[in-house]
């Protein structure tokens, strides 16, 4: 018996010896990732000491940029969900997206405020880009499909069209889209900002609306990602993904696949639209910044990857709203350093994978 | 052998007058002598418009119809040209102004956008095909927005105002004359300067990277150095626009790298065509001439829409914009002789 326990424990000894300290590597990570959560648990809930303070300018200002930033993460992934459904499946790059959740959100405006129900303009946002996308697939890029190039330049054309015909039916003016009452206001979270003097405790307040959007950007994002690996659609679209050919003759109407994708796609631009103009403001000029956004977030995180287009999301909306509160004027060239660094790294990023 | 040298000999024994062509010769004086019949407004808002314009999307024409590589980047690049001529030179905006003379600003400011234009090309050129388009298109987005915060490089919303176009030789630049001279000098230049780089050791070995990059991988060319190249290169060429357009203007502000402008010059080159040099040209005489008059057709409200529409229409007739248009009916009227019956 003893010499049948000897070889296990014998190789149990060498390993244990090659990794070094008496840890693997995923040991490692896992312990830097606990400490890391400890950290973040700790600048959130604990009252701060005053050099901290005095680093960060205020525990209120750190803990709003870190909520503004995760919550800014979930708009951002909404659009972007869709331009990297759409790159993955149709190597198309739709740069009229933008345009979509701009268009999304006027028309979830116009209906928002005639009949009075908000969960109306937010629902006939995703159905008419749906719809919208539907038939800019039929029309436009079924024909061109193979060029990605003239894809492109024709997405660009669209952009320009729709943003002149936009600035024509509803000019330049700033539109905000009232939010129901029952999400409106504040919510009180147990995170204590300050103590006064007499011992009573600050707690954080934050808008409760932006809490929504956040939370409605992950049931989305787990809903995409059950669609995809889950059902007999999403199988489809991930078949494609990988090789379109193959998908098609193996007898899958890949057209009737792809305009499902651009529906989705671009009806998440459309109720991303209609969200995010509830939350901020609905103006022209928003078609480039959400556009600019969703090609940035699909860059870091990894063209045609869900989870990627989250992590990219989640980076990029941290680094701006963290930009802001610390460095005003260079807040961009925050994001701008993470694409470069995520493109420096991994060139397809960071869920990309290589084709 | 002899012989061979011989034949050799003889074949080029065309004047330098031959090689450049009947075309060109009529254009180049068609353009020397423009400004005998056009009036001011003419001869800067239409012909030094469209031959700035023309220099920048050159430039993309070369990345995109030698090298593969399409840009939206290079108003970005003839921008930092513009921004450092303000900066460096004088202002009237009092933010920062070194007053370098021109003759110093100007080279530095061209130096400056082409090393600008060789750093986006290297982030840009990690990856392939249709990523560089998204990839130019963000940091252009990205530099506009950076433009418009930030005050204490480049002053902001307002940009800099108050740019003056040198005077030398007892001539001021900015003369509607001596301006137009200017530009068609640069742009004849810049254009000389590609039509002779294409047939260069280094124009065709870019060549033959867009056709297929791992095999010149495998013959062992340098793949990545000859794309950042190629984008120094277009970066002096955007990068003189850029001193241009700024001693035109006489300001530059975020508008002037706006996105839609990125876009412009994108356009310029589709709707003249990236499979020649003179491409561009046409492009930004179509759209120069477009942008002007068509306000007197759909009012000065939507000429961005005819413009988008006349753009989706060339994309979907004809890939290869008004050039490829006349490279298809061209056989069709040679034919024309053959065909008209009796």
Redesign the interface.
Known sequence: MSILDQPPSSSQLSSSSMAGGGMTRRQAWGLFWLLAAALVAWLVFAVWPDWLNAILISKKAFVSAILNGITLAGLYFLVASGFTLIFGLMRNVNLAHGSLYLLGAYIGYEVANRTGYWLLGVASGFIVLAAVGVVMQIFVFRRLEGDDLRQTLVSIGISIVAADLMLAVWAGGTYQIAVPEWLDGALTLPVITAVRSNGASVFLTYPLYRLVVLAAAIVIGVGLWLMLNKTRVGMMIRAGVDDRAMLSASGVNVHAVFAIVFAVGAGLAGFAGVVGGSALSVAPGEDVRYLLASLVVVIVGGMGSISGAAIGALLIGLAEQIGLVYFPTYGIVLTFVIMVVALAVRPRGIMGKAR | MSLTLAAQDAAPQQTWLEKLGPGHIILAVALVLYPLVASDFFLTQIGGYSLIFGMLALSLMMLAGYGGM?SLAQITVAGIAAYAIAILGNNNSNVLGFGWPWWLAAPFAVLAAAVASALIGW?SV??E???T???T???A??TY??AQ????IFNGHSGYAGIHAPSFWGVNWRDPKAFYYLCLGFAVLSYAAILYGARSTFGLTLQAIRDNPRRMRALGYDVTAHKVFAWFLAGIIAGLAGVLLVWFNGRVSPGTIG??VA?DV??IA?IGGLQHPIGPFLGALVVVLMQTFAIDIVGA??F??L???V??VI??VS?DGILGLWGRIKPYLAQESLRSGP
């Open positions: 399409v982030i990690r990856t095909g249709i990523y388009i998204m990839i298109l963000a940091i987005t990205a927005y950076f915060q930030n005050y204490a996105v839609d876009i994108l356009i589709v409200e939507r961005n829409t413009i988008g529409l753009f989706l994309v979907f890939p």
